[in-house]
């Protein structure tokens, strides 16, 4: 698999961080603005609540993390969220996030707490604003696979 994804790996994680970071902000607008339409059937969430709080969260974090714009930060703020959505609506009913009361996505929140705790130690990667800034910066080398360096080599430090 090494082979025939290895070369890949940088996109696929990007593309992954961008898809479940656009999901974690969907999951915010549906709460804080109702869109997209009928997606929530109850509308729009009071921001002065709990879940009217972690609308904004997502709404916010989870845009951060598609453009790739304090990446980290967001990161671990989003994983602490997701934490604390499991805990707060999934743990009271069932430890194992298989055994869901309606309309609560356990396994959701735990998949989330962890690949943004994944995000938060890796950082943004590729296609980030993040990476732009370091390489303005100077902070980071050329990628992996450019032709630059070659397969056995060590990169520049």
């Not at 339409?37 to 598609?66: D, K, M, N, Y």
């Not at 990161?75 to 743990?91: D, H, K, P, V, W």
């Not at 943004?116 to 992996?144: H, M, N, Q, T």
């Amino acid at each position: 698999m090494e082979r025939l994804l290895g070369r890949y790996a940088e996109p696929i994680y990007a593309a992954t961080r961008i898809i479940v970071g656009f999901m974690y902000w969907l999951h915010g607008t549906t709460k804080w603005f109702d869109w997209p339409p009928g997606a929530r059937p109850r509308g729009a969430v009071e921001l002065a609540s709990l879940l009217g709080v972690s609308a904004v969260i997502e709404t916010i974090l989870g845009a951060l993390i598609v453009i790739g714009l304090c990446t980290r930060w967001a990161a671990f703020i989003a994983s602490g969220n997701m934490a604390a959505a499991y805990f707060l609506r999934q743990f009271p009913f069932a430890i194992l996030p298989i055994y869901q009361p309606p309309g609560i996505l356990g396994e959701s929140a735990i998949f989330n707490c962890f690949f943004f705790l994944y995000v938060a130690a890796k950082g943004a990667g590729i296609w980030s604003v993040d990476r732009l800034l370091d390489e303005r910066r100077g902070v980071i080398a050329g990628p992996v696979d450019s032709p630059k360096y070659t397969t056995g080599t060590a990169l520049p430090r």
